[in-house]
């Protein structure tokens, strides 16, 4: 089931302005999963551990994992420093990462039916997804104690993919060096590394 009429006509505007912000839909096809490549590296931190996946990761690190990615968008998007929202379009949008299955919304976002940008890791495939959500109460699942919803199928069934289960890049950092100490942490990309976005003005 797609977006319906109603969600399709708050959610299409924002989806223009976030490709256009991005340089294109192809520009973002591309910056979007070298984005995740370079977050999977920051927490995976092969040149310090000698990981190389996420299934060796913790559940607090895909915690961390998620909050990275979120953090990476925002600065795609030239968002102001210690701010978890974007305005794209006119919009306010809320941006959301999971490497389950679902996103978890809180009542303040629900509530007022508020826009979200969610992504997507999918750890066992070595794929990411963008997409775009009105969090409705009917697209969410019952309240935990903190009054928190996830996602249920059918909500997951409305959202507007940008890029849906597109692989990300092979990992960005080398483990072939003899000595290990020569790759810094800022040998691991970062925000300079991702194709440049338009001045956020014109979006």
């Known amino acids: 089931m797609p977006p319906c009429a109603t969600d399709l006509?708050?959610?299409?505007?924002?989806?223009?302005?976030?490709?256009?912000?991005?340089?294109?839909?192809?520009?973002?096809?591309?910056?979007?999963?070298?984005?995740?490549?370079?977050?999977?590296?920051?927490?995976?931190?092969?040149?310090?551990?000698?990981?190389t996946s996420i299934a060796e990761l913790g559940t607090f690190e895909r915690t961390i994992l998620s909050r990275k990615i979120e953090h990476f968008i925002l600065d795609l998007f030239d968002a102001p420093k210690r701010v978890r929202d974007l305005v794209i379009g006119g919009t306010a949008v809320e941006v959301k990462s999971t490497t389950t299955v679902s996103w978890k919304m809180s009542r303040e976002t629900y509530a007022k039916g508020g826009v979200c940008l969610l992504s997507r890791i999918d750890t066992a495939r070595s794929r990411c997804s963008l997409g775009l959500i009105v969090a409705q109460i009917e697209s969410l699942g019952s309240p935990d104690r903190y009054g928190t919803r996830s996602v249920t199928k059918l909500g997951r069934s409305k959202i507007l993919w940008l890029l849906e289960s597109v692989p990300f890049l092979e990992s960005l950092v080398s483990l072939d060096s003899s000595d290990p100490s020569d790759q810094p942490l800022d040998a691991i990309r970062t925000r300079r590394d991702f194709p440049s976005c338009p001045n956020p003005q014109s979006a």
């Open 9 to 51: 006509a708050v959610l299409a505007p924002v989806r223009s302005a976030i490709e256009l912000r991005a340089g294109g839909s192809n520009a973002l096809a591309t910056s979007f999963p070298q984005l995740v490549r370079s977050a999977v590296d920051f927490v995976i931190d092969p040149v310090h551990t000698a990981r």
